[in-house]
Structure formats: C-alpha cells, structure tokens
Nanobody, 121 residues
Framework: QAQLVESGGGLVQAGGSLKLSCAVS????????MGWFRQAPGKDREFVAA??????YYANSVRGRFTVSRDNAKNTVYLQMNNMSPEDTAVYYC????????????????WGQGTQVTVSS
C-alpha cells in the first residue's frame, strides 16, 4: 500500500501561481509513475500532468503553464501552476501507479484525497 497526501491548494487570482505537493509513503516512491488529475464540478476527472521516471507529460490545456517534478529523496511530487485561469478551478488529485498509460486515471493504483484549487477572475 502507498499513502498519498496532497497539499498547497487554495484561492488565487487569475494570472497567479500555486504549487501543489504530494507526499507519498508506504512503498518505494521511485518505482511509481506519478500523475496529477483534476475534477471540476459536474465534469469527469481529467489528466493534467505526469512524470514517468524523469520525463514529464502534460495535457494540452496546461502545457507551457504547469510544471511537474519529483524529488525521490523526499518521496514527493510537485505541480507548479503558473498563469492560472478560472478554467483551472477544480479539485486536484495526485496518483501513483506502474502503468505507462499515464493519462488514464483507471491505470493508477493509489490516490490522494484531493486539494481544492480555486482561481478567481
């Protein structure tokens, strides 16, 4: 089992920045592919970003604005979000898995509880 805990969510104005963190415990962190997903009210959970080993992957909607990174020494994955817009408002989740199908939420084995991100216009 792995336990994931997100932090760093909050309220930010359009154009602002937030940095989310996801701390992982319980298993060897470095063996996991790590993903970030988000879910807005009334919408499906959607892929945001992932890191497989050290290679980052992004949804088109966030590429160039968001940066995913990981610190294996701290068992933590990060999501730096810049130039945010109201469309980024959602609950953000981190997930851990071993599948290379990084954009499919059903391929992840462990999930955090989510952190709310709200972007005001």
């Amino acid at each position: 089992q792995a336990q994931l805990v997100e932090s760093g969510g909050g309220l930010v104005q359009a154009g602002g920045s937030l940095k989310l963190s996801c701390a992982v415990s319980g298993r060897t962190f470095s063996r996991y592919n790590m993903g970030w997903f988000r879910q807005a009210p009334g919408k499906d959970r959607e892929f945001v970003a992932a890191t497989i080993w050290t290679t980052p992957y992004y949804a088109n909607s966030v590429r160039g604005r968001f940066t995913v990174s990981r610190d294996n020494a701290k068992n933590t994955v990060y999501l730096q979000m810049n130039n945010m817009s109201p469309e980024d408002t959602a609950v953000y989740y981190c997930a851990a898995g071993t599948s290379d199908n990084y954009s499919d939420p059903t391929k992840y084995d462990y999930w955090g509880q989510g952190t709310q991100v709200t972007v005001s216009s």
